[in-house]
């Protein structure tokens, strides 16, 4: 376990010196969730019916989503581990004497969380003194906010879990592009990274609910800003846990699978 | 020309070498692509119009704007990428030959894989036009085809301004997203729907207005005058800034490569 945790540990670390990309991130991150903001305003001053959200609960949906973009999108793929199993430095890590799974697991969990870090707190800020409508609201409650905790924790969990899943598959099919980027931008698109999951269209919403992806960021977002009601947040939490579960299991044993026949490439 | 056209085939020829992978590359980028045009589709399920513009016309601004970026990536990847070439040190390379710098870059890179992009926005166009009940006369298929002209030649614009910038830092500056990705991103819908100061930076700062604002106006109709349709020239005066800049920070250059 300790072995894991310092690799998580180095990660997290090494994250850190990247502050000039950190700052470009914020700027860009801003100016987009800026631009959201106001097609989302411009959406609402013209009117609509049944609207799933008010204007304020989607702005500070909105500005969850871009400062905790880097904890929760799946485009950005941990480019490392593509590498490794493309140019066969897979190898050097097979010969280490640890599960290759939870390896991998911590490094993409630490390498996270140090983007994150570096991100969040500037855009909050920021975010929180812009004047209103733009500006980034609180929690609807206090107990809202340990839910929001709670389900983001398990949601990053879960979103790790998938990141390690997609170079797992990618030792079957030998390259990222194709299957994996196809499955990477249905995945993000399901989660609500570029539209909030209420405004999808119906269907959608249906399919959504038996997927993974939902429960990264979609839920604790809306736990946050209160579109969820309390019980609604305590049940999509334990689905988000099983989840968790499922998804770990699934990305662990499949590995187990592809390493008994898995090719090194490379020389 | 002669040579930017074998250049190009050249590119073709080598990305089609790895032919699966070409074809997987070119399925993902129509989703990719998807993501995009899926924010419209279900906001307008909920939504009747934007500021006065229904779904069609937001997505016909859409595709323009889509056309003028992809249609760079394809074919100016070499300034798109241009950071790359400083930071290899290739760009020395580039300076020996007795041929125009600027063409050379051009020459230097190409991704095919985008023309799917470049597909899509077209289907995108067509239905849009077909669905819009637009007075066509002589020059409002003119102020069409400026549109489209239009938008390529701001995001050329904008790459070249970013290249030139690589001059001075030696990298590529993250930063530089904010004016192509997310110029294009604003400019996928009516820049009116903009608060003011944005409408006013992105006029007179980065005309992006002239490219899909004031002549969609006249388009569609909103505007009678004829000086909104033919705005997208003035974008061309746009690029002599872009151009001396590049050429004013090649005088700054100095060499990283070894």
């Known amino acids: 376990m300790k072995a894991y945790f310092t690799y998580f540990k180095l990660k997290f670390i090494s994250g850190l010196q990247y502050r000039s990309a950190a700052w470009a991130g914020i700027a860009t991150q801003f100016f987009f969730g800026f631009v959201y903001v106001m097609i989302y305003i411009a959406f609402y001053d013209s009117g609509g019916e049944n609207l799933p959200m008010n204007i304020h609960q989607v702005i500070t949906y909105l500005w969850l989503n871009q400062s905790l973009l880097a904890l929760v999108n799946q485009f950005s793929k941990d480019q490392e581990l593509f590498k490794m199993v493309k140019d066969g430095t897979i190898s050097y890590e097979l010969a280490r004497p640890k599960n290759l799974y939870f390896m991998w697991y911590f490094k993409v969990l630490g390498q996270r969380l140090s983007n994150v870090v570096l991100r ?21 409650s206090l107990f809202n906010f340990l839910l929001f905790l709670i389900s983001l924790t398990i949601g990053t969990l879960l979103v790790t879990a998938l990141t390690v899943l997609y170079p797992i598959i ?5 390259s990222e592009k194709g299957i994996v980027n196809i499955m990477i931008s249905i995945a993000d698109i399901l989660s609500g990274l570029v539209v909030p999951i209420p405004f999808f269209p119906l269907f959608l919403q249906k399919i959504s ?59 | 020309m002669k040579i930017y056209v074998k250049a190009l085939g050249m590119h ?87 041929r125009n710098i600027l063409l050379q870059v051009l020459c230097s890179d190409s991704d095919f894989v985008k023309v799917s992009r470049i597909i899509q926005a077209i289907i995108v166009l067509i239905l849009s036009i077909i669905h819009l009940d637009i007075q066509w006369n002589i020059l409002k298929v003119f102020t069409l085809f400026l549109m489209l002209v239009s938008s390529c030649v701001i995001f050329f614009g904008i790459f070249l301004m970013a290249a030139s910038y ?19 991103q604003m400019a996928q819908y009516p820049i009116g729907v903009f608060q003011k100061g944005f409408v006013l930076f992105f006029t007179f700062i980065i005309p ?14 909103k505007k009678e005058q004829y000086y909104y349709g033919l705005s997208p020239l003035l974008v061309f005066l746009y690029l002599i800034p872009c151009i001396m800049m590049f050429y004013q920070g090649m005088k700054r250059y100095t060499s990283v490569g070894s």
């Open chain 2, 12 to 98: 073709l020829k080598s990305e089609l070498e790895y032919r699966v992978n070409f074809i997987l590359s070119f399925l993902s980028q129509i989703l990719v692509f998807f993501t995009y045009y899926f924010v419209i589709l279900s906001l307008f399920t909920k939504f009747s119009h934007i500021k006065g513009f229904s779904l069609w016309e937001v997505l016909l601004c859409f595709s323009i704007i889509q056309f003028g970026f992809s249609f760079n990536e394809v074919f100016a990847r070499g300034v798109d990428k241009f950071d790359e070439l400083i930071i290899r040190g290739d760009f020395d390379l580039l300076l020996i030959r007795p």
């Open chain 1, 170 to 174: 990618t030792l079957t099919t030998m």
């Open chain 1, 209 to 267: 609910k038996f997927l993974p992806f939902q429960y990264i960021s979609d839920l604790p977002f809306r736990i946050y800003v209160g579109n969820v009601d309390i019980l609604f947040g305590i049940h999509g939490i334990f689905i988000q846990t099983i989840w968790f579960i499922i998804i770990v299991f699934f990305g662990f044993s499949l590995m187990k699978k592809n390493l008994k026949r898995v090719v090194v490439q490379g020389g």
């Open chain 2, 166 to 184: 690589c001059f001075y830092t030696i990298q590529g500056l993250e930063v530089r997203n904010v004016f192509t990705d997310g110029g294009k």
């Open chain 1, 120 to 140: 969040f707190f500037p855009l909050i800020l920021v975010t929180s003194l812009l004047p209103k409508p733009y500006t980034f609201g609180g929690p609807s």
């Open chain 2, 208 to 221: 992006y207005a002239f490219v899909n604002y004031y002549p969609l106006l006249y388009l569609l109709g």
